[in-house]
């Protein structure tokens, strides 16, 4: 990788980070001389990272406005949730045919962490390890372009949802326990399973982050003459 392609994926790593964070809100525009001075860069990686970025739907162009951050409709944030629950299945039935040793190892000391944190009552510590456990199950998989799929989908999840944790948080890290298990053991339809479970358990604590608009189909409207008609 050039120095160049490295910028350039610094700098659209940090601004998918404040996109996700809300330090950019949606519809916002992104103008590159100001997100360039923000990121001590040029304008090139800048140019380059709004390219990567529209193609992962987090940066929109608009006419007459350019560069905008998207405001993704309610119904583009619920079909994430679906796309989430299709690929975190298979994404651990993947990881139990083809995780390391030092996958294993990276899970076992996330899920005794997370369940040590449950068990003490310290859950502002458990979407720091929920999603280190996911996102290092997701490279378990042994799959390139689903590993940058899954973490893709995670982001704009975490982008677009709060997630209010369950009063039960214990019960999430006994699933992730549960899920590393069948992995550990490479029984790749039982991680299937249990992730599915998790997932579908999860779901009533996502609620939206912002006011989303509602996907609307506007009719085509006729191209102005210039002239104007009489009241």
């Not at 950019?24 to 103008?31: A, F, M, Q, T």
């Not at 992962?56 to 619920?78: D, I, K, S, Y």
């Not at 579908?200 to 009719?219: D, E, F, K």
């Amino acid at each position: 990788m050039t120095q160049g392609q490295i910028s350039v994926q610094r700098i659209s790593t940090a601004i998918r980070d404040d996109i996700v964070s809300g330090a950019l809100i949606p519809g916002s525009r992104l103008v590159e001389d100001i997100l360039a001075t923000r990121y001590g860069v040029s304008r090139v990686p800048v140019r380059e990272a709004l390219r990567t970025l529209q193609s992962e739907g987090f940066v929109t162009a608009r006419r007459h406005a350019g560069a905008c951050v998207a405001a993704p409709t309610a119904q583009e944030a619920a079909d994430l949730l679906d796309l989430r629950a299709l690929l975190e299945p298979m994404g651990a039935a993947r990881a139990a045919a083809r995780r390391t040793d030092a996958h294993l190892k990276v899970l076992r000391g996330v899920v005794r962490l997370g369940r040590e944190r449950a068990r003490r009552g310290c859950p502002g510590d458990l979407p720091r390890l929920d999603r280190w456990f996911h996102e290092t199950l997701a490279r378990a998989a042994g799959n390139p372009g689903l590993t940058a799929l899954l973490t893709q989908v995670r982001r704009k999840i975490e982008w677009m949802y709060v997630v209010e944790l369950p009063a039960r948080y214990a019960e999430t890290w006994d699933d992730h326990g549960a899920v590393l298990d069948a992995v550990t053991r490479g029984d790749a339809e039982a991680a299937r399973a249990l992730m599915a479970s998790h997932v579908a358990r999860s779901l009533p604590a996502y609620r939206p982050r912002h006011r989303q608009p509602a996907a609307v189909r506007h009719p085509q409207r006729p191209v102005s003459s210039g002239r104007v008609r009489s009241p």
